[in-house]
C-alpha cells in the first residue's frame, strides 16, 4: 500500500509482470456528478450470479450518518458520497459516464442493522492519483477530528445564525441556479454543523453544535468545501457557537495510523482503536479493541466481542 485516504479508500502497488493477462489502465471522468445527472453503475451482483450494468441516476448528494459497526476499517467519515436510484442489486463497482470514463466508485459498508452501498467521486481521489502518477507521495492524509452533518437553512436561525447570513447564502445558491443552469444541485448547498466531537485526548478545537460558517475567507456550504483540512495541520474557521459568532483555531488530525502489534487471543482478534471509534464512542476505555472475532471460540462463549462493545455503547455503559 502506497497511500491510505481518510478511511475512504487505499492506494495499492503491484508488479505487473506478475499479471498473466493484458492490463488496461481506466480513464477518470472529469464531470462531478450532481443530483439528477444520469449514470451508469458497472459491477457485481450480491448473489455472485455476475456482473451487473444499470443505467440509473444520482438521487441525492451528501454526507452518511447513522450508527456505524465500529469493527469496519473502511468508514467513511465527512465526506459527500452519492445514492442512486435503488433499481439494482450491485455489491461494488464502478459508476461510468457513456464514454466508459470511471466518474465513482460504487462501495458497501455496514450501518447498524444492515450494509449500504453509496458511490464516491473520483474527484476525490484524483489529487493523490495524480501525485502518484508523477511519482511524488501525497502527504499524509488528515482530518478534523468530529463528524459533520448537514442542516437545512430553515433550522439554523434556532442554532444563532444570523438572517443576514441564511439570505446570503440563498442569493449565492440562486446566482448559481443561474449561471450554471442546475436547479437540481439547489438543496445541496445547505450549512454544516459539528454532530460529534471524538472522544479521544487529541484537541479539536470545535464544539458539537458548532455552525461552521467560514474556512479562512471562504464559506462553507458543503463537504467538498472542507478539502483542505486534508494537507494542513491548522485551519482558520468561522462558527456559531452558543448563538454567538467566534473566530477558532481548529487543528486536525492524522489518520494514518497503523497497528504495530495484532493480537490473536480465543478467537478475537485484539488490536488498538482505528480513527473513527473515538467518534462512535461514548468514552474510550482503553487502547485495546476487538476488531474481529470467530463464531464457537471461547471469545463468543464469554462474550469478548465487538457486538457486546456495541450494546454497551447504546446503553450508557457501566
Known amino acids: 500500500m502506497v497511500y491510505e485516504h481518510a478511511l475512504v479508500f487505499a492506494v495499492i502497488q503491484y508488479d505487473t509482470s506478475l499479471v498473466q493477462c493484458a492490463i488496461v489502465c481506466v480513464t477518470f471522468s472529469k464531470r462531478k456528478l450532481q443530483v439528477g445527472d444520469k449514470t451508469n453503475i458497472y459491477g457485481l451482483n450480491r448473489d455472485g450470479s455476475g456482473p451487473c450494468a444499470v443505467n440509473t441516476a444520482v438521487t441525492s448528494i451528501g454526507p452518511l450518518t447513522g450508527e456505524y459497526e465500529p469493527e469496519l476499517s473502511y468508514h467513511p467519515l465527512n465526506v459527500e458520497v452519492l445514492h442512486l436510484h435503488k433499481d439494482f442489486i450491485c455489491d461494488a463497482g464502478v459508476l461510468l459516464d457513456d464514454d466508459g470514463d470511471v466518474e465513482a466508485l460504487w462501495l458497501p459498508f455496514?450501518?447498524?442493522p444492515v450494509e449500504t452501498h453509496v458511490?464516491?467521486?473520483?474527484?476525490?481521489?484524483m489529487p493523490a492519483l495524480e501525485k502518484l502518477q508523477q511519482g511524488i507521495l501525497p502527504p499524509e492524509c488528515r482530518m478534523l477530528n468530529v463528524e459533520l452533518a448537514k442542516v437545512r437553512k430553515s433550522d439554523v436561525q434556532v442554532f444563532g445564525v444570523s438572517?443576514?447570513?441564511?439570505l446570503l447564502r440563498i442569493v449565492q445558491e440562486f446566482w448559481l441556479i443561474h449561471h450554471k443552469d442546475m436547479i437540481e444541485n439547489f438543496p445541496q448547498r445547505k450549512f454544516i454543523r459539528v454532530a460529534k466531537v471524538s472522544c479521544s485526548q487529541e484537541p479539536t478545537g470545535l464544539a458539537a453544535g458548532d455552525i461552521l460558517l467560514m474556512l479562512g475567507d471562504n464559506a462553507v456550504t458543503q463537504m467538498s468545501d472542507l478539502r483542505d483540512m486534508?494537507?494542513?495541520e491548522n485551519l482558520s474557521m468561522s462558527v456559531v457557537r452558543n448563538r454567538t459568532e467566534i473566530r477558532v483555531n481548529v487543528p486536525t488530525v492524522a489518520t494514518s495510523r497503523r497497528s504495530d502489534r495484532v493480537v490473536w487471543f480465543s478467537g478475537a482478534q485484539l488490536e488498538p482503536p482505528h480513527f473513527p471509534l473515538p467518534l462512535c464512542a461514548r468514552k474510550l476505555c482503553s487502547q485495546i479493541f476487538v476488531t474481529s472475532w470467530r463464531s464457537g471460540s471461547p471469545a463468543e462463549m464469554y462474550n469478548l466481542s465487538v457486538y457486546h462493545w456495541r450494546q454497551w455503547r447504546s446503553h450508557g455503559g457501566p
Open 163 to 166: 438572517k443576514g447570513m441564511i
Open 119 to 125: 458511490g464516491v467521486q473520483v474527484s476525490l481521489l
Open 230 to 232: 486534508l494537507t494542513l
Open 110 to 112: 455496514l450501518t447498524a
